[in-house]
């Protein structure tokens, strides 16, 4: 296969590959045999029809074409690795001479232009410096981790207080008009410092302090389904109300949420992960300004083609949206 490259100040590059009949060949026998698949010819089995007979019978064009069509993408990235060229976009092909039969000695040729990646000068990388700021963990980083992994183990106690004070209730809701149930809701989690949720899309439902097993009532517009809009009679029934309670941070707690068995000793844990994610962030930090400093004194072009096919992919996201 031989190959010429012409560049030009665009970069964009015109690659002109011609390829020898014994380069090509295969793709032809592949071609009659893809072809042999897809016919019946009287005498032969699917599959199983020699090559001379497909050239006669369907015809060495469209043997030609479609191991043109096979062919041609394989031979292009051939040629680009062999010219350690790297595309940016998708190519122009032009098939420009193709055999036109067996025993024709024309060589497969064809151009392909495309845009390449453009050569970019870094700047000296000796003596270059960047400032991050120190990875630095302070005693608050670490007691916020502590109260954050305090309230993912915190537990729930049954309350006897009414229900505005306490932290979580389960209610059950129905919706009725004119005496008629038309919407109910059972088993509703809620934060119990709010008020019960309306089925009117307030979100605000009776300020009545409630406690468990207690009962009552409201009205309110309902937001949807078939009587979106009517005014309705809301029944509320609480059925348990739970207070949150945190654990002490002692070192009963710390057996409890760690392998350690002194609250001092998860403090040294939570201290040593906290500073593994500070040298984590620094180290994204430096990367971030190590490619800053390098972009200063570095010109990076964009191809045209490029900007064009981003600015076709955005009209089209646009559109979608």
């Not at 043997?63 to 690795?81: I, M, R």
């Not at 151009?111 to 630095?136: F, H, N, S, Y």
């Not at 609250?263 to 490619?291: C, H, N, P, W, Y």
Request: aromatic residues 4%; negative net charge.
């Amino acid at each position: 296969m031989k190959i010429s490259v012409r560049n030009s100040r665009t970069h964009q590059v015109k690659l002109t590959i011609t390829v020898d009949p014994e380069e090509f060949n295969p793709y032809l026998d592949a071609a009659r045999k893809e072809i042999a698949k897809q016919v019946n010819i009287p005498g032969f089995r699917k599959g199983h029809v020699p090559g001379k007979i497909i050239d006669q019978r369907i015809g060495f064009a469209a043997v030609a074409g479609e191991a043109v069509n096979n062919g041609v993408p394989e031979l292009y990235s051939k040629a680009l690795e062999e010219k350690k060229i790297h595309p940016m976009s998708q190519p122009e092909i032009d098939v420009q001479e193709v055999p036109e039969s067996a025993k024709d000695e024309t060589k497969l040729k064809f151009t392909a232009t495309v845009e390449r990646r453009p050569d970019i000068e870094l700047p000296e990388l000796d003596g270059l410096e960047i400032d991050v700021p120190k990875a630095q963990v302070t005693d608050e980083d670490v007691n916020n981790r502590l109260e954050s992994l305090r309230q993912r183990s915190h537990l729930l106690g049954v309350a006897a207080v009414r229900l505005p004070r306490a932290n979580f209730a389960n209610i059950d809701l129905d919706a009725q008009i004119d005496g008629e149930s038309v919407d109910s809701q059972e088993g509703v989690r809620l934060r119990a410092r709010l008020r019960p949720p309306s089925l009117d899309g307030s979100g605000r439902g009776p300020s009545k302090g409630l406690s468990a097993g207690e009962e009552t009532s409201f009205n309110s517009k309902l937001q949807g389904g078939e009587h979106e809009g009517e005014e309705a009679l809301v029944k509320v029934k609480v059925n348990s109300v739970k207070t949150e309670e945190l654990p002490e941070l002692d070192d009963d707690f710390a057996q409890d949420a760690s392998e350690f068995d002194t609250l001092d000793e998860l403090k040294a844990d939570v201290r040593k992960a906290a500073e593994r994610d500070a040298e984590g962030r620094q180290a994204t930090e430096a990367r971030d300004a190590f490619i800053a400093k390098l972009e200063e004194g570095a010109e990076i072009p964009v191809p045209k083609g490029v900007k064009a096919d981003m600015l076709e992919q955005q009209l089209k996201n646009v559109t979608a949206d």
